[in-house]
């Protein structure tokens, strides 16, 4: 029955990544909006400027999916077949890689034609920088800098939770790099509130960060990239970033297209300045697609390993897990603690 539980786990990564690769996100109804509401309305009840109302917001608002997910997974725990497809419709609704290689085309092909004012209207797609005073390679800049990191975000930090925790893992998440998104941020009313969400978002992406690091090195040529000089730029930078994890990806990205990456990013109402990262030239249109490239390979090699963890490690460190209990509660039970063992002795 375990073994059926792990394929089925599998089967719905895969078959999710494909629902994601075929239609994207909805356009209107997508869950993780109504999870965004929730949580604003959530956040407008419990909201003081301190950490405690923000891990208790954080708690209950990234809690609930995870309880949802492990209710639906127990429950279905008997039935592979609905077990596979409530994994498909979570991974589905979680992923976002082809709306990320999208965002990507169209800015550059917006760059290619110099129609800067287009690409600034699509920028908002892809973070939160004001667009305003940024030119082609400003704007391409961002893009790169988003691919790179939303790769982890978006689709490779999924399909890790996915993998190791099934449908609360999805969810969960999901829903904690939404609330990372929603008050993460350095801001006056965010400072002290957002910062369990911002913890926890970075706390889950540490491994996954690093993952699409190695495998954006590893997949460098697929965008007609360096192999060599990413993994030196890798090595050399992904320390440099504020973010521990967004250097990561950041750091690999900007080797294997051969550019620089960082500087001065402005917000609305707040700016900040972050180290170079890469050698060579500033991003232009043309590095777009190939970014877009290397995001969709990465994907791909991380649902490889994504469907094949449950059917081997993930069996193995379950039953490791279950061995070690079971000598606990035998090694308790000699030296007579807890149980009827422990009642009788007094």
């Given at each position: 029955?375990?073994?059926?539980g792990?394929v089925?786990?599998a089967?719905?990564l895969v078959a999710?990544y494909?629902?994601?690769?075929?239609?994207?996100d909805?356009?209107?109804?997508?869950p993780?909006?109504?999870?965004?509401r929730?949580?604003?309305?959530?956040e407008?009840r419990?909201y003081?400027p301190?950490r405690l109302?923000?891990?208790?917001?954080?708690a209950?608002?990234v809690g609930g999916?995870v309880?949802?997910?492990?209710a639906?997974?127990?429950?279905?725990r008997?039935?592979?077949?609905?077990?596979?497809a409530l994994?498909?419709?979570?991974t589905w609704?979680v992923l976002?890689?082809?709306s990320?290689r999208h965002?990507?085309q169209?800015?550059g092909?917006?760059?290619?034609?110099?129609?800067?004012p287009?690409a600034r209207?699509r920028?908002g797609?892809l973070c939160?920088?004001?667009?305003?005073a940024?030119?082609?390679p400003?704007l391409?800049?961002?893009?790169?800098e988003s691919?790179?990191?939303?790769?982890s975000d978006?689709?490779?930090?999924?399909l890790?939770?996915?993998?190791?925790a099934g449908?609360?893992?999805?969810?969960?998440?999901r829903?904690a790099?939404?609330?990372?998104?929603?008050v993460?941020?350095r801001s006056a009313?965010y400072?002290?509130?957002?910062?369990?969400?911002?913890r926890?978002?970075?706390?889950l992406?540490?491994v996954?960060?690093?993952?699409?690091?190695?495998?954006t090195?590893?997949l460098?040529?697929v965008?007609r990239?360096?192999?060599?000089?990413?993994?030196?730029v890798w090595?050399?930078?992904r320390?440099d970033?504020?973010s521990?994890?967004?250097g990561?990806?950041?750091?690999?990205?900007?080797g294997?297209l051969g550019?620089?990456?960082?500087?001065?990013?402005?917000?609305?109402?707040?700016?900040?300045v972050?180290p170079?990262?890469?050698?060579?030239?500033r991003p232009?249109a043309?590095?777009?697609s190939?970014?877009?490239?290397?995001?969709?390979a990465v994907?791909?090699?991380?649902?490889g390993?994504?469907?094949v963890y449950?059917?081997?490690?993930?069996?193995l460190?379950?039953?490791?897990?279950r061995r070690?209990?079971r000598?606990g509660r035998?090694r308790s039970?000699?030296?007579?603690?807890?149980g009827?063992?422990?009642?009788?002795?007094?």
């Amino acid at each position: 029955m375990r073994h059926a539980g792990a394929v089925a786990n599998a089967a719905g990564l895969v078959a999710g990544y494909a629902l994601d690769a075929l239609i994207g996100d909805p356009r209107r109804g997508h869950p993780v909006a109504g999870f965004g509401r929730a949580a604003a309305a959530l956040e407008r009840r419990l909201y003081r400027p301190d950490r405690l109302a923000g891990g208790a917001f954080t708690a209950l608002a990234v809690g609930g999916p995870v309880l949802l997910g492990a209710a639906a997974a127990f429950a279905t725990r008997r039935r592979p077949v609905t077990r596979a497809a409530l994994v498909a419709a979570g991974t589905w609704a979680v992923l976002g890689g082809r709306s990320l290689r999208h965002e990507a085309q169209a800015m550059g092909r917006a760059l290619r034609h110099g129609d800067v004012p287009a690409a600034r209207h699509r920028l908002g797609n892809l973070c939160g920088r004001d667009p305003s005073a940024l030119d082609e390679p400003e704007l391409a800049r961002a893009t790169v800098e988003s691919v790179a990191e939303n790769t982890s975000d978006a689709v490779v930090a999924p399909l890790v939770w996915g993998a190791v925790a099934g449908l609360p893992g999805l969810l969960g998440y999901r829903a904690a790099n939404t609330l990372d998104a929603m008050v993460g941020h350095r801001s006056a009313r965010y400072a002290r509130f957002g910062t369990p969400a911002a913890r926890l978002d970075d706390l889950l992406n540490l491994v996954p960060a690093r993952l699409t690091g190695l495998l954006t090195v590893a997949l460098a040529p697929v965008g007609r990239g360096d192999r060599e000089q990413a993994w030196r730029v890798w090595r050399r930078d992904r320390a440099d970033h504020p973010s521990p994890n967004a250097g990561q990806c950041e750091s690999a990205m900007a080797g294997a297209l051969g550019v620089r990456l960082g500087g001065r990013n402005v917000y609305f109402g707040r700016s900040e300045v972050r180290p170079f990262l890469g050698d060579g030239p500033r991003p232009e249109a043309r590095h777009l697609s190939r970014a877009a490239r290397i995001s969709g390979a990465v994907g791909l090699a991380a649902l490889g390993l994504a469907a094949v963890y449950p059917l081997t490690a993930g069996r193995l460190t379950a039953a490791v897990t279950r061995r070690a209990t079971r000598l606990g509660r035998d090694r308790s039970a000699a030296l007579g603690w807890g149980g009827a063992g422990a009642v009788g002795g007094r």
